[in-house]
């Protein structure tokens, strides 16, 4: 409960009530993991007061047992909303902060109540790039099951499979070890690694072709997320030299990581490696933070104003990418700790021949 | 390009312009299905003049290929309303249409433009609630390898497996036939069969306990969906009675279906049988449309203003519910054709005891 005690902090100043609708936030709060993910099934509304599931009676029985929050039953004859107005009536709400990059606008038409709706400023968030023990641990263990699955799949390319199947070979070999995937793997083979977010097709695997594998696994409602990049055969000089660029600007950034210091610089450091070798500049940005979600804060990217504290996890996956011919990239996950960065995905960079 | 000349139709009157945003009214009207599905990649902008794509310059090669399609590009220093607000000017548009369940608060907020906003209707979406010839074959292949998974399934019930463990089951078989799940399966034993979308838990299975099975196929964008209910073991009177209920009101309602009928009328004589022989009345609607969403156009349920047409296919879903005791649901997938309707899940319904 100390996250929604940290809301209320915020919640004296900026706004009087806040409004969560994201799943992963919803997650987050509650530690409930089993509103659809498909559907809109529930809201939370935080209070200076109280906090309240705005949900159907259906999950009557677990939000009883979720200590610190009230039911605010909703069904389909009665609408969020209308379950919201009450509240908002009651405890005297002028001010409701509202999630913006997640609230539909049919959902906002709907709150038709005397009431001033203002951006939430993201305080959950920033609240959840920083992560505890309990999310490195789970982490952690997503990240080792990826790196078994990166040593599994290297037994399993083959000349003439295809991308798909060894996409699907993945995400089977994920499941049998009872986790999900937390996104759709990429895999990319020859000129379609240039792509970086290539679909994976039916290309068939020939002799001397890159392969890039791209894939997160999720346990315990955390994710991971890694990529190789390696070669079927032998790696002619190009494509060697491709791959010691990429993993000497993942290693620069690495070794630039501390506290405090701006996201953008972190990026800086391995694009300026990049290019100084004369090739393309990476046309993503260098990394993402992780957690409940793929990508979350903080984000490493030119722009970006995050600033990098004790406690995050992100990826950092530089990448070159050279249209008709291929591309490599490198992606591991990050965590800053007090001692400095330690990364979570421990499966081989080096380059590898199969 | 029938699809975009029948939206052009409407937006002689309504509007000058529509926006497209949500991944499955994109995939119907363009065909392509290589957006991501977890961010936000694209736009359409159909005007009376011509049908844009706003994307990245990633996707510039595939969008060159699609006929009849523009490219206006954007980038993360340009962010989709500034390129919209281009066409707008150059074209004249006054009146603007958006999809307001899909579109986000923050998005509209950056539509800074001097044009009115107004609701889309769910042109789209009532467009797609009628399938043509290439979606029926694709639903159909979804609903066959529903049934080959569910032979299958049963070859796998034994005593002290979990729920949880049926489920992966589930979805490794269905990825192993090069296809995905629609939706993460229900798998429920005994009394939790009760709560209609039961997550899979660690519940072991014991002798004479309900096994209620609800998971989907999708194939080539299309999704199929259906659910039956068996006895591990002897049905006693109790479960045998709650279960030809459910059949016969299934049984009901498909007898019933016709053109040009109120979707409400169907779920009405579902109902109604259910709650003759003195069950409680179905806790959900009692079917719903499904194409390239698992849940779309016609929902068929007690405050439904949908009516029935040729062309459509929908669940028929009844279901009775026991707090404490368990559920049994039984669900098809039914083809509205012109010789009446059409079960495309052919996966026997009579009672099943293992």
Do not use: W
């Not at 259906?58 to 909303?81: C, D, P, Q, T, W």
């Not at 990050?334 to 199969?354: Q, W, Y």
């Amino acid at each position: 409960m100390d996250r929604i005690k940290n809301i209320k902090k915020n919640l004296k100043g900026n706004f009087d009530a806040l409004l969560v609708s994201s799943l992963p936030n919803i997650i987050f709060l509650t530690g409930f993991d089993g509103f659809s993910s498909e559907e809109r099934e529930a809201y939370l509304l935080i209070t200076k007061r109280k906090n309240y599931i705005l949900t159907d009676a259906r999950y009557s029985e677990v939000v009883n047992k979720l200590s610190g929050f009230e039911l605010a039953e909703i069904s389909s004859n009665r609408h969020f909303a209308q379950a919201l107005k009450e509240i908002v009536l009651k405890e005297k709400i002028n001010k409701l902060a509202i999630d913006e990059d997640n609230l539909k606008v049919s959902e906002v038409l709907k709150i038709k109540i005397a009431v001033k709706i203002c951006p939430d400023e993201s305080l959950i968030e920033k609240m959840r790039a920083v992560k505890d023990e309990n999310e490195i641990e789970s982490i952690k263990k997503a990240c080792n099951l990826g790196d078994k699955t990166f040593e599994y799949i290297l037994t399993q390319i083959k000349s003439g499979i295809t991308e798909k199947t060894l996409a699907k070979k993945i995400e089977i070999f994920i499941l049998k070890n009872n986790a999900a995937v937390s996104f759709r793997p990429i895999v990319a083979f020859s000129k379609n690694s240039s792509s970086p977010h290539h679909v994976a097709g039916n290309k068939k695997l020939e002799k001397n072709e890159i392969v890039l594998l791209d894939f997160g696994v999720k346990i315990e409602n955390y994710c991971s997320d890694m990529t190789r990049t390696v070669f079927f055969g032998k790696a002619n000089n190009t494509q060697k030299k491709l791959y010691q660029t990429v993993l000497e600007a993942q290693t620069k950034a690495i070794e630039y990581l501390k506290s405090s210091i701006n996201a953008s610089s972190v990026d800086k450091t391995a694009r300026e490696h990049i290019e100084s070798q004369g090739y393309p500049t990476i046309p993503h940005s260098l990394g993402h933070g992780i957690g409940l979600e793929v990508h979350e804060k903080p984000s490493l990217s030119p722009k970006s104003k995050d600033e990098l504290s004790i406690g995050m996890v992100f990826s950092i996956e530089p990448g070159i990418y050279i249209p008709g011919f291929g591309g490599v990239r490198i992606e591991d996950l990050v965590f800053l700790g007090k001692n400095g960065p330690k990364i979570m995905t421990r499966a081989n960079r080096e380059l590898i021949e199969l």
